[in-house]
């Protein structure tokens, strides 16, 4: 009889802290629907704790491959590389042909004779008491 007044006088509490607001901690409302008591946890959260890495790893498993496979995977990657590398040879080589550009604008700068070969050789020019001669090939 003792007892079944703790156990009628226990509920009686929780139902009117449920009518408060206040529960205990652990203590889930056995009305509300979806929620039942399990051990001080919900269905809920035990069936998030369980299905929701399951969920991840199932979405990881297909997603990576279908995004190493794609187009725009592996693939293009790839052409990407070798398009670096195209343009880092490009960039080497025109970084050299600068540099050579330099060195012969230092040269006609400095030398006089530098002027003159390329006064000859690339616009053509004489000098007033030379004879050009032209032949017909």
């Known amino acids: 009889m003792i007892a079944k007044a703790r156990v009628k006088n226990t509920a009686e509490k929780r139902r009117k802290m449920a009518r408060r607001g206040v529960l205990p901690r652990g203590f889930l409302d056995p009305t509300r629907p979806g929620m039942r008591r399990l051990g001080g946890v ?3 959260a035990v069936l998030l704790e369980r299905a929701l890495p399951l969920a991840i790893l ?4 297909v997603a990576v491959p279908v995004m190493i496979l794609s187009p725009t995977g592996l693939g293009r990657l790839g052409a990407l590389r070798q398009e670096r590398t195209k343009a880092d040879e490009e960039i080497s080589r025109l970084g050299q042909q600068i540099t050579e550009l330099r060195a012969e604008v230092k040269r006609i700068k400095d030398d006089p004779a530098a002027v003159e070969r390329v006064a000859r ?10 004879v050009v001669f032209q032949f017909k090939e």
């Open 42 to 44: 919900s269905s809920r």
């Open 58 to 61: 199932v979405v990881a498993v």
């Open 121 to 130: 050789d690339e616009l053509g020019l004489v000098r007033q008491t030379e």
